[in-house]
C-alpha cells in the first residue's frame, strides 16, 4: 500500500509541475540573430491575432492590420504575421551599436499573450 501511495504522489507531482508550464503553442521561446541582421520564420501551432513588438521599459509598438497581414517595426526588429497562418516573420536590421540588443515580440494566442524574446548579437 505505500509502495503504491508513493507512485500515486509521483504520477500527481509530474502532472502538477505540467500544468504549469507556460504554453507557447509550438513557438520558439527565443530567436538569435547575428551582427549581420537577417530573416527567421518562427513556427508555431496556432496563429496570433494581435502582435506587437516591446523593450520590457514600458515601451512598445502594435502591428497595424491591413487585410490580414499584421505588421510592427520597432527599434531595428520588424515582425510580420498573417492571421490564420501560425507562423512569425522576423527581420533583424545589422547592428552596428558594438552591443547586443534584445527585443520581445507579442502576440495573443486564445486570450493568452505569448512571447518570444529576440536577440541580436554585437
Known amino acids: ?9 509521483l504520477v500527481l507531482a509530474a502532472f502538477t509541475f505540467n500544468s504549469c508550464e507556460e504554453d507557447r503553442w ?14 527567421e520564420d518562427v513556427e ?3 496563429s496570433v491575432y494581435t502582435l506587437s513588438i516591446g523593450d520590457k521599459n514600458g515601451n512598445e ?5 491591413a487585410l490580414g497581414v499584421m505588421t ?3 527599434d531595428w526588429l520588424t515582425a510580420t504575421a498573417v492571421k490564420g497562418e501560425n507562423e512569425i516573420h522576423l ?3 545589422p547592428n552596428k551599436t558594438g552591443k547586443q540588443r534584445k527585443l520581445y515580440v507579442y502576440g495573443m494566442i486564445r486570450n ?11
Do not use: E, L, P
Request: hydrophobic share 45%; glycine share 8%.
Open 1 to 9: 500500500m505505500k509502495r503504491f501511495m508513493i507512485i500515486a504522489a
Open 91 to 93: 527581420v533583424a536590421a
Open 61 to 65: 509598438k502594435t502591428a497595424i492590420d
Open 26 to 39: 509550438g513557438y520558439d521561446n527565443k530567436v538569435v540573430f547575428s551582427a549581420d541582421g537577417g530573416h
Open 112 to 122: 493568452n499573450v505569448m512571447d518570444i524574446t529576440v536577440i541580436q548579437n554585437k
Open 72 to 74: 510592427v517595426t520597432y
Open 44 to 46: 508555431g501551432d496556432d
